[in-house]
């Protein structure tokens, strides 16, 4: 009987223990969790405001690089280098009022009618051109899922004048959030 309570007595020690080393495995993981939920949360704000930075940029150039007959040569490459510039942005496009893509840093897209696109319609909606739209994920023409963020171009008149925008490159974020995933069942 001695030896009975023995046992039953060192087997509670035993599982509290046990309890206590779970319940601070599970309390420093969870820290850990918020602590690069935070560390994600700022890196993608920053690249969010990055692209915005670079969208406001355009805005202002907008006038200096149309003439008559379009966009002058020059603003194709100076998006070119704007997108090398900003990491995690793969596409600079400037929409026309009807969605007809009139300059990008990739040629492909120019002539495409984007106009049933979320990020053109939020943006075309924008009467005052004072918010930044983040379009829900979709598939690109280029065949790729991806979220893009735009802009409005309003006229000196107040008219809207197209859109601006800046396609987020999936495979930045992916390798991103992979190097701060350090276990399989992370969540």
Known sequence: LLLCWVLAGL????????????????????????????VTNALLTLQIQSADAALRT???????????????????????????????VRTFAVMDTNGICQLSNRPELLGQDVSQRAFFQQAATDTRGLWL????????????WTVTVSRAIIRPNGA??????????????????KDLRYANDMR
Do not use: C, K
Not at 20 to 35: F, G, I, M, N, P
Not at 138 to 144: A, E, G, K, M, S
Not at 164 to 175: D, K, M, Q, R, Y
């Open 11 to 38: 087997g509670v020690v035993m599982a509290a223990a046990q309890w206590r080393e779970y319940a601070e495995v599970d309390r420093s993981e969870r820290e850990l969790l918020r602590t690069q939920t935070r």
């Open 58 to 88: 355009m805005l202002a150039s907008m006038e200096r690089w149309r003439t008559p007959n379009g966009f002058q040569p020059f603003a194709h490459d100076h998006l070119q280098r704007v997108a090398d510039m900003v990491p995690g």
């Open 133 to 144: 739209h983040i379009a829900p994920p979709y598939q690109t023409v280029l065949n790729i």
């Open 160 to 177: 809207l004048g197209g859109v601006v925008s800046a396609t987020l490159s999936p495979g930045h974020f992916e390798s991103l959030l």
